[in-house]
């Protein structure tokens, strides 16, 4: 058998980590944190055990990062739904809406994220968490900020003290009054972005988290057939 090529290992990487991640939400939707394990994730992304520590340092670090896939790719469509729009008002308004609808639509895991983020070690600096920072810096710069270094920080902490206001246990606030309060600190119309009225019209959120992870990129041709073993990167030798 002929050695794979360097792309077709890096595509074959890139998958591994993706069906990482997307299992570590399902499970962690359908399970709650403490009762997943990182060999159940491995298990449900039909990984090698092992192949999970490649890519991750524990359990929190690779829940976290799917958390931050979850908001980065939820914030994109947000902001690239029909009809698209370059308004910096409406954009904020969206991004706002965005935010605060997975704390109403995954409770679970946003609390379980914002409990992360109390650990000692914090963010984990990952490609997903910096995808979310680009996106949110891109939003407060489009709204009209002169100062995007000091202004961004502001919205992602009021962002983030809105989202564990909405899922405190026994002591929730509304998600309406949130939105109000962080409309008008940003001057934005109530009938901008979407509405929890037009939310409420929308019914149930999906339970399908697969489109938040490209596991099957079909703009490429798929690598060949081999031994499922091989569906791992190699590692470093210890030489």
């Known amino acids: 058998m ?27 939707s359908e399970r709650g944190y403490e009762a997943t394990t990182l060999g159940d994730i491995a298990d449900r992304a039909g990984s090698a055990r092992g192949l999970v520590s490649y890519y991750f340092p524990g359990k929190r670090q690779l829940v976290q990062s799917a958390v931050h896939r979850l908001m980065h790719r939820t914030l994109e469509e947000a902001l690239e739904r029909e009809p698209r729009t370059d308004d910096g008002r409406e954009r904020m308004a969206r991004a706002i809406d965005a935010i605060l609808g ?28 910096r995808r979310l920072s680009e996106l949110l810096g891109q939003t407060i710069a ?11 920080p502001m919205l992602r902490a009021l962002l983030m003290g ?19 309060e962080l409309f008008e600190r940003y001057g ?7 509405p929890p009225e037009a939310r409420a019209r929308a019914g149930t959120p999906e339970t399908d988290l697969s489109r938040f992870f490209a596991t099957d990129d079909r703009s490429t041709p798929p690598p060949p057939a081999e031994d499922p073993a091989d569906d791992r990167p190699t590692e470093p030798s210890d030489a």
């Open 102 to 129: 997975l704390a109403h639509d995954r409770p679970v895991l946003m609390r379980q994220h914002m409990a992360g983020l109390l650990q000692g070690e914090g963010f984990v600096q990952c490609p997903e968490q």
């Open 2 to 28: 002929s050695p794979r090529s360097a792309s077709v290992n890096e595509e074959l990487r890139r998958r591994s980590r993706e069906r990482l991640l997307q299992a570590a939400l399902e499970l962690v």
């Open 142 to 152: 489009r709204y009209g900020s002169g100062n995007v270094p000091s202004d961004y």
């Open 188 to 194: 934005l119309d109530w009938e901008l972005g979407i």
């Open 162 to 180: 809105a989202v564990y206001s909405a899922l405190v246990p026994g002591v929730p606030m509304p998600i309406p009054v949130l939105r109000t």
